[in-house]
């Protein structure tokens, strides 16, 4: 069975600091990774996905994660915060047991941006 | 190129009332989903559709049903209204099952009183 653990419900970063939001994963297969935000009263927003090639993923608004697969962690990180970051994220694994595209979400991490 | 659309944005109904949400896509996917977001619970997987002509339960299937209706449009139907049922609703459509990203519409808020 897949599933997916984020560690921090809510972190509170001050303005130009790092972000670092935590994802642990649990999977039978190789799998594929996502990180999503939700802006307030918002739909999702895919910010990188990992599908087994590079382990260090890039992604939008500069967002990047690491695929560890001996820690089964894909944490996010960003060097430098800005305001516009303040959102929902979501961890996402690929459901890869049944062939549906089904998707496994993380409860979520709220990050807080303080000026 | 709308991607994910969905309607409406917003709706008020009374407990044993009926609706229809909304979900249409045009970016030629073949799979669909609904998804209810309930506050520190994620979202939660209602129902899909891997390919037009199907459709299957996901985690939460009770007090709905959905069609799909073309490739391009897949509905929710919530025959009679629960309070439980207040919820953000989204629909996300991917391009193929698989290792694909899904692109989720701007979701629909419902409140049933």
């Known amino acids: 069975a897949q599933s997916v653990t984020q560690l921090d419900s809510h972190v509170s970063v001050s303005e130009g600091t790092p972000v670092l939001l935590r994802c642990n994963y649990s999977?039978?297969?190789?799998?594929?990774l996502f990180w999503y935000v939700q802006h307030p009263n918002k739909g999702l927003q895919l910010l990188l996905k990992?599908?087994?090639?590079?382990?260090l993923v890039k992604g939008i608004n500069g967002f990047e994660a690491e695929f560890k697969k001996s820690e089964t962690s894909f944490h996010l990180t960003k060097p430098s915060a800005h305001m516009s970051d303040a959102a929902e994220y979501f961890c996402?694994?690929?459901?890869?047991?049944?062939?549906?595209?089904?998707?496994?979400f993380g409860q979520g991490t709220t990050l807080q941006v303080k000026p | 190129n709308a991607g994910v659309t969905q309607t409406p944005k917003f709706q008020v109904l009374k407990t044993g009332q009926s609706m229809t949400l909304q979900c249409a896509q045009d970016?030629?996917?073949?799979?669909m989903y609904w998804y209810r977001q309930d506050p520190g619970m994620g979202l939660r997987l209602i129902y899909y559709?891997?390919?037009?002509?199907?459709?299957d339960k996901g985690e939460v299937p009770n007090g709905y049903n959905v069609s799909r209706l073309n490739k391009r449009e897949f509905s929710l139907r919530l025959e009679s209204a629960a309070p439980s049922q207040t919820s953000v609703y989204f629909c996300?459509?991917?391009?193929?099952?698989?290792?694909?990203?899904?692109?989720f519409g701007p979701g629909t808020r419902l409140t049933v009183t």
């Open positions: 996300a459509s991917t391009r193929t099952s698989g290792t694909y990203e899904q692109y």
């Open positions: 999977s039978s297969y190789s799998p594929s």
């Open positions: 990992y599908t087994s090639a590079a382990t």
């Open positions: 996402v694994v690929s459901d890869l047991s049944s062939n549906t595209g089904k998707l496994i």
């Open positions: 970016m030629n996917h073949n799979s």
């Open positions: 559709s891997a390919s037009e002509g199907t459709t």
